[in-house]
């Protein structure tokens, strides 16, 4: 698996000649003017022969059906097989702590590099934004240095509507502790999360949601606000949740029917700005009892920023996955997730890299979840990844791998 990761990671190029490498303010104007390069690459059996043509961009969002805006997306069958149809998958975006500064100008410009460029590029059907997206201090302690700066909200909606990013199914925004410094709770009129995100009033929700429907299935997002149990320093701090507020997640959770098509979702995936170590809750009915305790399986994954940390935390419990992700801020950090025939595969992505490699099938066996459909790798007949790049795409790699036939030498290899 490794080696074939690595290979799909890093493509050689069949080029004619070598190429000088162009810089990369050349890169993304070249990919504006004439489009950029997108592909599904299937491998057959055991023979990958990725040959994908250079696409313009009509000819991606009329492939993908991934349109901003389009809530109609292209999924994957609940029970399929993987094989060379390119149309059932769809792929969103995750990040988190972007944080709008007074004091420089980091965050701002991460952010609005990462609207201009991945977004345009990679056309996601929906972005994912876990909250900090102000950081709300003045001064020179935590204590007197809290507050409510508007200045930064207005900075961080700007940058959105300069991008005309104003739909709330595409653009999914949350708040998080930094967004709520000093606030008394949610109805504190000083609080600008309802006013300046793209969510809107909804921000001041304990639980809200979004089902993204297609011809093969429905998928869910269940954001969780888990701040607003506590207030004031505690709002500062952690995700002090009530037991009502944990029971109204809950029965969110176990309501896992489309009300439109009357079939369970496919796919739920939680969202909140805290991981579940550091959210805080009234015994008994807390997090950790109510959803970790392995009996019920409520949803696929519990994604999630808040540590800043340079890698990912990840755990996978018996019954869903964890996956926090880095600062957009600081690290450049952005997740790239893909459902490809209702398996749920992501990959980790700075920016300014490229090309960015999703492989879809077949997933990562260290985060298989239990909602994932293991029984298309079973029976997939393909190799499939999803690849981005500014550049465009041509004739990528083609290799043989030879496998040992014989079923014991397999088991042991």
Known sequence: ????????????????????????????????????GVAVCC????????????VAVAAALVLFGALPGEREVSVGVAHGTSGADAGRLFWFIHVTDVHMCKFDRIGEDHLRQFVKEVVPLVKPSFVLVTGDLTTNFAGESITSGMTVLESEWRTYRGILDEANITDPSFWID????????????????????????????????????RVYRARYGSYRVVVFNAMWGGSGFQLAVDGPTTRHIVHKLRQTLLNDVDPVTGARYNHTLLACHFPTQVVGSTPPQTIQSLLLNGKERLFTAWLCGHQHMTGYLRHRYSNFIELALAD?????????????????????????????????????????????NVASIRTSTHIRCLIFSPDPISLLWNFNLKLPTDAQRIRHC
């Open 43 to 54: 491998a057959r059996h055991c023979w990958i022969a990725a040959v994908c043509a250079s």
């Open 174 to 209: 949350t708040m998080g502790n930094h967004d709520v410094f000093t606030l008394t709770n949610r109805h504190d009129h000083r609080n600008k999360g309802p006013k300046y995100t793209v969510t809107g009033n909804e921000v001041t929700a304990d639980v809200f949601e």
């Open 328 to 372: 957009l801020r600081d690290t450049k950090a952005y997740r790239v997730f893909a459902i490809d025939n209702d398996l749920f595969s992501f990959r980790d992505v700075k920016l300014d890299e490229w090309p960015v490699v999703v492989v879809t099938n077949p997933k990562d066996a260290a985060f298989l979840a239990p909602q994932d």
């Open 1 to 36: 698996e490794t080696p074939l990761r690595a290979l799909m990671e890093e493509p050689p190029r069949l080029l004619p000649e070598p190429q000088p490498e162009p810089a990369p303010d050349a890169r993304r104007k070249r990919a504006r003017d004439a489009g950029y």
